[in-house]
T-cell receptor, first 117, second 114 residues
Framework: DAGVTQSPTHLIKTRGQQVTLRCSPKSGHDTVSWYQQALGQGPQFIFQYYEEEERQRGNFPDRFSGHQFPNYSSELNVNALLLGDSALYLCASSLFWDRGRRGEKLFFGSGTQLSVL | AQSVTQLGSHVSVSEGALVLLRCNYSSSVPPYLFWYVQYPNQGLQLLLK??????LVKGINGFEAEFKKSETSFHLTKPSAHMSDAAEYFCAVSYNTNAGKSTFGDGTTLTVKP
């Protein structure tokens, strides 16, 4: 049973460029959440996708956008990259509904380390 | 609004000693609380969760945490540290069991000395 997989593992971009990160959720999961983890800090919630729609969003600018595909995989896009976007980007999958309740258990991927020069 | 404060960015214990990692939360509604562990170059792994059932929660690898509403705390403990426990630990809070939208603390790095 494959867990959450993210690609690529590392990425180097320059300011102003655009980047796309990819995530495949754990088998059977239908919800994907994206987090940004800056060095020395905890993960910060970017947004969550379910049924191919953005359901929740954290305090991130519109430069951050996403997509979810019918197979539940997801992409995170960041436009006009800034130096401050350098971070580890984590994807987490879960079940939106789990036995009649909202899904409580997140499974994280190993992340994509983005460096903006 | 919800927030999490982890007291102590670095904790060092000897192998076999008690592990205590502190977490205080702020939430305007009953919280759902989580502890995660992150090993180098890996994603976060759920250790345990509190979702309004028993206040003493047991997790994996011998860890447990106690929810204390009066103290707004959810400290993580383990009676006897093992070298393999060395990692970074994150406390998180969310609303309505939507764990996907969690607010995380800044983490505590646990070092275990032989």
């Amino acid at each position: 049973d494959a867990g959450v997989t993210q690609s690529p593992t590392h990425l180097i971009k320059t300011r102003g460029q655009q980047v796309t990160l990819r995530c495949s959720p754990k088998s059977g999961h239908d919800t994907v959440s994206w987090y940004q983890q800056a060095l020395g800090q905890g993960p910060q919630f970017i947004f969550q996708y379910y049924e191919e729609e953005e359901r929740q969003r954290g305090n991130f600018p519109d430069r951050f956008s996403g997509h979810q595909f019918p197979n539940y995989s997801s992409e995170l896009n960041v436009n006009a990259l800034l130096l401050g976007d350098s971070a580890l980007y984590l994807c987490a999958s879960s079940l939106f509904w789990d036995r009649g309740r909202r899904g409580e258990k997140l499974f994280f991927g190993s992340g994509t380390q983005l460096s903006v020069l | 609004a919800q927030s999490v404060t982890q007291l102590g960015s670095h904790v060092s214990v000897s192998e076999g000693a008690l592990v205590l990692l502190r977490c205080n939360y702020s939430s305007s509604v009953p919280p759902y609380l989580f502890w995660y562990v992150q090993y180098p170059n890996q994603g976060l792994q759920l250790l345990l969760k509190y979702t309004s059932a028993a206040t003493l929660v047991k997790g994996i690898n011998g860890f447990e945490a106690e929810f204390k509403k009066s103290e707004t705390s959810f400290h993580l403990t383990k009676p006897s540290a093992h070298m393999s426990d060395a990692a970074e630990y994150f406390c998180a809070v969310s609303y309505n069991t939507n764990a996907g939208k969690s607010t995380f603390g800044d983490g505590t790095t646990l070092t275990v000395k032989p």
